[in-house]
Structures are given as C-alpha cells and as structure tokens.
C-alpha cells in the first residue's frame, strides 16, 4: 500500500502509509489501543475506503474495485474479526457453513458437513457443533470464529 490516508473528521487515523507485503512473509501490526491497527486491516479488505491511497491486493486496486470483484477477492483472504462477528441467532454449524453457502453454492451437502467438522477438529470444538454463541466462552467465540475464517 503507498499512501494511504484515513480519517473520521477530525480524528487522522492513517496519514500517508506505505507497507509492503513479500510474498510468503509473516508481517504482524503492533501498536497501542485506538492507533489504527484495525482501521489498517479493513482498508485492505474493503470494508473500509479509505480517503486517498493505493491498496494492491492479488494485482488490484482494492478502492477501485466493484462489489463482485470484492467478493472474489474476499474468497480468498481469511479476515478474522476482533470482535469475532458471529451470527448470534445462529448455532455454530450453521455460522460455519455460512460462508460455503455463500462462496460455493452448489457444495454438496456431504462435502460441507466433511468441511465444518475438520475445521471444527482443527480448533478442538467438535463437541459444540450445536451449541449458540451465548453458549460459549470467549475463547471457544474466538476459536469458531477461526475456523469459520
Ligand atoms: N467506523 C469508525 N468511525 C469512526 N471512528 C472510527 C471508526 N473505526 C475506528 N475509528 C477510530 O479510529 C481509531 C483507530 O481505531 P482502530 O479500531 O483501528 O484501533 P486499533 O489499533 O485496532 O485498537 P485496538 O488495539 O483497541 O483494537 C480510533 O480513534 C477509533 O475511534
Ligand atoms: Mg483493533
């Protein structure tokens, strides 16, 4: 990204920021509470425009691009919410199967079952397949909400 600048009235929240991102590197944003980290992160997925500057994602601009392009290049980036995003009304299954459905429509039914459960293994929470959101820790929130990414 070169340039990038962002701010809610009077509060700058990104002024001017260039990164690069090498291919295959591991790049962790550190920095105090309100400073901008995920206002930084939402701008490269599109969630958030910001003012001015370039975003280049997979060859893209990512300001310039339309909503189906968004889409398609949301399919391939997992983002996991700070504050985990999960649909409250709805079970942990179901969460989970939300983004197939939306991505991959003709998924089998077998192959999303398949899918939910080895994500669902890979976070050790098998066991809460069904359960609601309310019904979880916040830790067990956060670990659904990777394995839902
Ligand atoms: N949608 C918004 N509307 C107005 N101001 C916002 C919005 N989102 C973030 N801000 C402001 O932008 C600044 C940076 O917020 P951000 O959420 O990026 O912080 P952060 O670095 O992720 O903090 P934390 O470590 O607490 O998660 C804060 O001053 C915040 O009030
Ligand atoms: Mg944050």
New binding site residues.
Partial sequence: MEGLCKA?GD?V?LDRFDLTLYEGENLVVL??????????IKCIIGL?RPDSGRIEVFGENVPDLNYTELDQMRARVGFLF?SNALYDSMTVRENLEFPLRRHWLKTPQQDVDERVHEVLQSVGLAHATEMMPAELSGGMRKRIALART
């Avoid at 920095?31 to 995920?38: C, D, H, P, T, V």
């Fill in positions: 809610f509060n929240v920095g105090k509470s309100g400073s901008g980290k995920s206002v930084l958030l700070q």
